[in-house]
């Protein structure tokens, strides 16, 4: 498993990716910061866009745009620990014309598949230099149609 991820899967609409937890996720009693469960739920949604065939870099340059976390909500079930194996499931519940919901969820595949944090994050596309918001790319709402 290289990094942080490793390889996709896709299960009705459902993209998971893996994560491992390392030490520096964790705080002093080996239990993953809090903060970080949002790298992880980031990096989840970036190899979601990934697995469409899109580059963020790519996105920027040549359609000026990027994504931005304009709300989210989170809840917490139970703690994830040191050199466990988690999964992150991204779920696209919802679009408008410059903006996507995602359902999120990490879970623990170590501890049996037990459900550590949800997520709903709402993330809107904005011009790259203006940072105002921007449709939808035609290319990534065809690809979710």
């Excluded at 340059?61 to 992150?88: D, S, T, Y």
């Amino acid at each position: 498993m290289p990094g942080h991820g490793g390889s996709a899967a896709e299960v009705s609409g459902t993209f998971t990716w893996p994560v491992r937890v390392y030490y520096e996720d964790t705080d002093f009693g080996g239990v993953v910061y809090h903060a970080n469960y949002l790298k992880f739920l980031e990096r989840g949604r970036s190899e979601w866009l990934r697995h469409l065939g899109f580059e963020q870099d790519k996105l920027r340059e040549q359609l000026g745009i990027q994504f931005v976390v304009v709300g989210m909500q989170l809840e917490f079930h139970q703690p994830a620990l040191f050199n466990h194996e988690l999964e992150v499931s991204v779920l696209v519940t919802g679009m408008r014309p410059a903006s996507m919901i995602f359902d999120q969820s990490i879970t623990d595949l170590t501890a049996g598949r037990a459900l550590v944090c949800s997520a709903q994050v709402r993330a809107a596309c904005v011009d790259s230099v203006t940072h105002k918001p921007k449709p939808l790319p035609r290319e990534i709402v065809a690809e979710l149609a």
